[in-house]
């Protein structure tokens, strides 16, 4: 499954990033994932917890924050894509092919290039470094 993989990645980038920062517990863990990155943010919150269970992870906040493409032009126009101009075009079910659609520059009218969306980085990680905590929840 590509989600458990990219998974993986994350919580063990996660598990390095807080033990080298004398972690007890990870609070919350953010995420930065592009829309065409093809990748199931649920399916992707299921598997790191899956991965994190019985680790300093296994209670975080897994949060995923969308990241739309962004268009670039040959004359000049830049920005993000219209996600209304996308929704009035939600006849096409995937999510790509909206997005493939979309590509029409505002200004011009041509087809535009895009550029992001593809994204998957960790933009936080939350944790919590008290040693006595630990002690009384259990
Ligand atoms: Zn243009």
């Not at 930065?32 to 300093?56: D, V, Y």
């Not at 040959?74 to 979309?102: F, H, T």
């Not at 895009?114 to 939350?126: A, C, D, F, P, V």
Request: with cysteine.
């Amino acid at each position: 499954m590509h989600e458990f993989s990219i998974a993986c990645e994350i919580f063990e980038q996660v598990q390095a990033t807080a033990l080298a920062h004398g972690a007890t517990e990870v609070k919350h863990v953010t995420l930065q994932m592009g829309r065409l990155t093809h990748t199931n943010p649920e399916q992707l919150s299921f598997c790191f917890k899956a991965l994190a269970e019985g680790s300093i992870s296994e209670n975080a906040d897994f949060i995923v924050e969308m990241v739309p493409p962004s268009l670039e032009c040959a004359c000049g126009y830049m920005g993000p894509v219209d996600e209304k101009q996308i929704r009035e075009n939600s006849e096409l079910k995937s999510e790509l092919l909206v997005y493939v659609a979309a590509m029409e520059c505002p200004v011009c009218g041509k087809q535009a290039h895009m550029t992001g969306g593809r994204e998957l980085i960790i933009k936080s990680i939350e944790i919590e470094t008290e040693k006595d905590l630990a002690a009384d929840s259990k």
